[in-house]
């Protein structure tokens, strides 16, 4: 048998041998600009950019597209992302001529308390606190003076509700913008601007984003005055997001509903056995009939809906309440909140620390008070877990001392 012969074999054609050296051919080859948005933002000529982009700071699709979901949420005709709730805060003070005077709220986050007085007030913008702004919302006015009113509805952390609608009017007539912080809620179980408000604000760190990743901030508004104003200095000031970051909470927002409705039915469980228990001096949540603003709740929320959070009064004091803190297993010690994980705070040491004593209390933010923020486990587990960390920090240091075990089971 004669030996068997391979088939030769052809001998492909080579790639046509580069025009560009190594270095160039690393940075270039397969990365064509963009025909949609010219990124990495291509101009036809010199000060005529390819498309609407001209630079990532101004805008980009991942930020534009992250803007109209959220103008669409709120109601709104436009909406502008910022790099932070925070960032949301400072640019809309900062939009305020100097020797402009705000009313704000008595019950505010701590970072807007520190902006409001730290800030703003080196910047020469004033800002009067109230604790009942309905009531006192004329009679604060500074005719010439007054050029915003600021409302958390529900408070952070007391859980107060303000008629939007009611303070709206009175600003109004006197030329006075209404701005309303909405992170508590969320768009879904809120709408501010439906109920008279200029701009609503998001910590989009919170419920729109949910999932404990993302740092941001938006405001929603109909007037094209502000957007031009806002626009301005969102590039001007340049505290804006990543387009990266506008894509993660845009991802989240996909699930704002199925979130929002789980951890307000999680809410109103542990309300009711927070309630129920001899361990709690009273609870804070609008979801409750016993909630001194019920009926706002009902007028303002979709379905009279409490929302995720709520604040108690544990018997003990300060010291009952870390406890408290340090005995879940499934609620975790944390500053946060609307993400999809529950998460428990003491505000006085922690998200309100920055306010004195004095001020803090006579917004209703006392030692012993314990803030609640219901993600999307199941609610008879978060029940639980609430029932045995009362125990645990009421009881359990008159029989045999304490031990705490917040975190994970």
Not at 28 to 40: C, E, L, M, Q, Y
Not at 61 to 75: G, K, Y
Not at 184 to 196: E, R
Not at 217 to 229: C, L, Y
């Amino acid at each position: 048998m004669s030996p068997s012969i391979d088939p030769a074999i052809d001998t492909p054609p080579r790639a046509q041998s580069p025009v560009h050296r190594f270095g160039t051919l690393a940075v270039h080859a397969g990365s064509p600009h963009d025909p949609a948005t010219g990124a990495v933002i291509e101009s036809t000529a010199v000060g005529k950019p390819v498309g609407a982009y001209e630079y990532t700071r101004s805008s980009n699709p991942n930020r534009d597209n992250f803007e109209r979901a959220i103008a669409s949420l709120e109601h709104a005709r436009f909406a502008l992302a910022f790099s932070s709730g925070s960032a949301t805060t400072a640019t809309i003070l900062q939009s305020l001529a100097q020797g402009s005077h705000v009313v704000s709220v008595s019950d505010v986050y701590g970072g807007t308390h520190r902006y409001f007085t730290k800030v703003a007030a080196a910047h020469g913008v004033q800002v009067t606190f109230s604790p009942s702004i309905e009531l006192d919302i004329a009679e604060l006015i500074r005719p010439d003076e007054t050029k915003l009113i600021w409302i958390e509805s529900p408070s952070n952390p007391t859980l107060s509700l303000v008629d939007i609608r009611n303070v709206a009017t009175v600003a109004h007539q006197h030329g006075i913008m209404v701005v309303v912080d909405n992170t508590f809620l969320s768009p879904y179980v809120q709408n501010p601007l439906d109920h008279g408000a200029d701009i609503v604000i998001h910590s989009v760190t919170k419920y729109i984003n949910g999932h404990s990743d993302v740092l941001m901030g938006a405001a929603a508004f109909n007037s094209e005055t502000i957007k031009d104003r806002l626009t301005f200095l969102q590039n001007a000031i340049g505290a804006v997001p990543s387009p990266f970051d506008c894509w993660l909470a845009h991802r989240g927002l996909k699930t704002l509903h199925l979130r929002a409705r789980e951890a307000s039915l999680n809410a109103t469980a542990v309300a009711q056995a927070l309630q129920s228990s001899p361990h709690v001096v009273a609870v804070n949540y609008p979801g409750l009939k016993s909630h001194p603003h019920r009926a706002i709740a009902i007028k303002q929320h979709r379905n009279g809906m409490g929302g995720g959070m709520l604040s108690f009064r544990i018997k003990g004091g300060k010291e009952a309440a870390e406890r408290f803190c340090q005995s879940t297993t499934i609620f975790t010690l944390a500053e946060s909140l609307g993400g999809v994980e529950s998460l428990v705070e003491v505000p006085s040491s922690m998200t309100h620390a920055g306010i004195p004593q004095e001020q803090r209390e006579a917004a209703g933010v006392f030692d012993d008070l314990v803030r609640i923020s219901c993600g999307i486990e199941d609610a008879e587990d978060l029940r639980a877990d609430v029932m045995q960390a009362l125990e645990k920090a009421v009881i359990g240091p008159k029989i045999n001392g304490f031990n705490g075990v917040n975190g994970h089971s």
